[in-house]
């Protein structure tokens, strides 16, 4: 039997398949989300080397 | 390495994606997603659609974390239980390190993302679910104690108020309420399978009641917690999230719990051999319909209060 005809290939596909389509779903959904707080005015910030208005005093923020 | 050599090396039951599904415990999931869309829905704070479905793929993510989990530590009695030895662990389709590492993984995944999507009140009250049922109840009280469904028990309780949480960020007395339907629906729903599964338990050693106390004192359980459930389903009609027709469904609901619950009470071990345990099969399949009925109920109640129609001056009590 050639390997690549081995049933062991279907499992694997349908492992590779559907983590693809779990993980695919996952995105869209934190995508969908990020979309809704944004529209409901959540406050977006950089951790990184951004500024954080948060952290300003009130005047400046 | 070749092709060839890599077909050899794998086991011959390696798994496929729905053997991992199935370590999720898809049935157990339906039931924790539905009454956690219920305490969503039933709660006074409107959410949006999309956090709502975000929030329940999260608590589903987090029930099937327990899933995983309870499977993986469990892996030993399951295979000695028929009802449990086809179960992707103790089959050999799923290896116990992995089943362990998505569980872990899913978990910390679960929770997280709940904090995030949601507010960190539910994401708290999901990680001490999680917990609760892994360490608590799988680890510890299930082959400790008779008591373990009644203490257990719990952990399934606590979906409802994930879903109420999800919406007001708190607790409330009609969320208690749900989980203490719940809570006490329990011990009678799993007793009655553990008395038509009675050997499964004993070989594996679990001290289900019926394995510890016979089958007479679990009778006797299950009518006495059927009795302390009924009024306890039945408030809930008299709080913000109830009304006539939660009172109406409930009525009905739990006059049927109690008559099987009775049925089961009023019969020996002999006729239950008799007839195959048909009368705690029975009443352990309606359980099932009774517990997503009055939950269905709840969502009645909200779809009413919607689209206005709920009655003024109906009474309050919490």
Known sequence: ?61 | MTDAAWTHDTPAHEAQFADYVELLKPRVMRLVLFTALVGLVAAPVVVHPVIALAALVCIGAGAGASGALNMWWDRDIDAVMARTADRPIPSGRVAPEAALAIGITLAGFAVVMLGLVANLTAAGLLAFTIFFYVVVYSAWLKRATPQNIVIGGAAGAFPPMIGWAVATGGVAPESLLMFALIALWTPPHFWALALFRNADYARAGVPMLPVTAGPRATRNQVLAYALLLAPVAMAPAFSLVGGPVYLAGALVLNALFLRGAWRIWRRDEAAAQADGHAVEKRFFGFSILYLFLQFGLFLVEAALRGAGLAPAGWPSLF
Do not use: C, W
Not at chain 1, 11 to 24: A, P, T
Not at chain 1, 36 to 41: D, E, N, R
């Open chain 1, 1 to 61: 039997m050639r390997p690549d005809k081995h049933e062991i290939y279907g499992r694997r596909r349908s492992r590779n398949v559907g983590l693809g389509l779990v993980l695919g779903g996952l995105v869209l959904l934190i995508f969908a989300v990020t979309l809704v707080k944004l529209h409901q005015g959540a406050m977006m910030e950089g951790f990184d080397h951004g500024l954080r208005p948060s952290l300003l005093p009130a005047e400046e923020g």
